[in-house]
């Protein structure tokens, strides 16, 4: 049998106004409770529990990642002294402008110490550079020389040049036979040599120099 909807609406109020203060008060905890038991561990449970599973997760990767990075550091730090000598090594072979003016006095003692007379030395008007990555630490500085001397002795002064303990590229090697003296050879050769160019002065702006006025 169906209620009537205004007999059920009518008893439900009757049922409200016999409700006490006491009972409102116990329903209105048991109501706080359950709102607070939904925020605090029904929504963390559904929400924000998967979300702390996948910061776990990558958590536990990054862990993996830096273990397996930890087990080649020492190969790394091997190689990295092994090439950090060989970078050093290669730097202290580079000339400086300063050293570069000793050159022609290193090559002719090195020639004499070879038996080959020096007949002839002029930088080189040619000029060449390296690629972007290099041209603003380095440059290369060319001498065009005229040397005569035995077959054996030419190849022992190659030998000493392309030994130096500096950065000597030996190019362009012509050896001709002498009229006057057939067991000395006049040899043409030349040498390129790896400089660092000096700082480039710091030029001051106008306004550095009117305020220093």
Known sequence: MKIPEQLAKSQIIEFVKH????TWAMWAIISAAALLILIFLVIPAWVERPLLRRDI???????????ALSQ????????????????DKTK????????????LGQISKMASESRVDVLASKPMNEKETFAAAYAAKYQPSGYDFTVQGGYHDLG??????????????????????????????????????????????????????????
């Open 72 to 87: 080649k550091r020492p190969v790394w730090e091997e190689n990295q002294k092994l090439f950090g000598a060989l970078i």
């Open 57 to 67: 997760e990558n958590m536990q990767a990054l862990i993996r990642q830096v273990n």
């Open 156 to 213: 022992m002064l190659i030998s000493r040049l392309e030994e130096y303990d500096k950065l000597l590229r030996v190019q362009n090697l012509q050896i001709v036979s002498s009229d006057k003296s057939p067991e000395r050879h006049i040899c043409g050769l030349k040498l390129w040599a790896i400089v660092t160019p000096p700082p480039a002065p710091v030029k001051k702006s106008a306004g550095a120099k009117s305020a220093k006025n």
């Open 19 to 22: 409700v006490d203060k006491k």
């Open 92 to 103: 202290g072979r580079v000339f400086t402008t300063d050293g570069l003016g000793l050159l």
